[in-house]
T-cell receptor, first 111, second 113 residues
Framework: DAKTTQPPSMDCAEGRAANLPCNHSTISGNEYVYWYRQIHSQGPQYIIHGLKNNETNEMASLIITEDRKSSTLILPHATLRDTAVYYCIVRGMEYGNKLVFGAGTILRVKS | DGGITQSPKYLFRKEGQNVTLSCEQNLNHDAMYWYRQDPGQGLRLIYYSQIVNDFQKGDIAEGYSVSREKKESFPLTVTSAQKNPTAFYLC????????????FGPGTRLTVL
């Protein structure tokens, strides 16, 4: 699985958009970009994933650059409950492919 | 509500005892996974299974055992052979189609006294 690089921490004002970047310069053609988040002492929560195109769901938007070497997770209107560690993961879809969680980005949403 | 349940949330055991962690899902997912998370660390894969009565070792299977007698259940036994069992244990499941997004349970925190 390709390695990802994320900033260790970010702050965001409540109600504003949170933009979390991720670099994955060694991603291969069949690998997806996944985002999960983990609130302290809870299981990771799936947010969104994509291959090439930008994706949007009820939680967030995922913007993937054309060369696929980086992506940005956007939480459009951050709330205090969005404070968590956000993990960007790159993985293929083969059976048994584990999720490799790096250090992630600690997002602090402040009122 | 569909989802993954893990019980208990907190578990304490004495050194030298085996303990079994429960994981149940009603998502009709074929594949199930067990991960371990240590403080400030990422997740490490222990075991995974794609079908009843079949499972494979992950990266850190030593000292653990699993069974998959039913599609919806994938219990993990932490044996006395596991040297450092105190950790946060997470169960996940996924379908076996083209989208194998893994969904996680709430976790069980095991403490060995």
């Amino acid at each position: 699985d390709a390695k990802t690089t994320q900033p260790p921490s970010m702050d965001c004002a409540e109600g504003r958009a949170a933009n979390l970047p991720c670099n994955h310069s060694t991603i291969s053609g069949n690998e997806y970009v996944y985002w999960y988040r983990q609130i302290h002492s809870q299981g990771p929560q799936y947010i969104i994933h994509g291959l090439k195109n930008n994706e949007t769901n009820e939680m967030a938007s995922l913007i993937i650059t054309e060369d696929r070497k980086s992506s940005t997770l956007i939480l459009p209107h951050a709330t205090l409950r969005d404070t968590a560690v956000y993990y960007c993961i790159v993985r293929g879809m083969e059976y048994g492919n584990k999720l490799v969680f790096g250090a992630g980005t600690i997002l602090r949403v402040k009122s | 509500d569909g989802g993954i349940t893990q019980s208990p949330k907190y578990l304490f055991r004495k050194e030298g005892q085996n303990v079994t962690l429960s994981c149940e899902q009603n998502l009709n997912h074929d594949a199930m996974y067990w991960y371990r998370q240590d403080p400030g660390q990422g997740l490490r894969l222990i075991y995974y299974s794609q079908i009843v009565n079949d499972f494979q070792k992950g990266d850190i299977a030593e000292g653990y055992s699993v069974s998959r007698e039913k599609k919806e259940s994938f219990p993990l036994t932490v044996t006395s052979a596991q040297k450092n069992p105190t950790a946060f244990y997470l169960c996940a499941s996924s379908i076996m189609g083209s989208d194998r997004t893994q969904y996680f349970g709430p976790g069980t925190r095991l403490t060995v006294l």
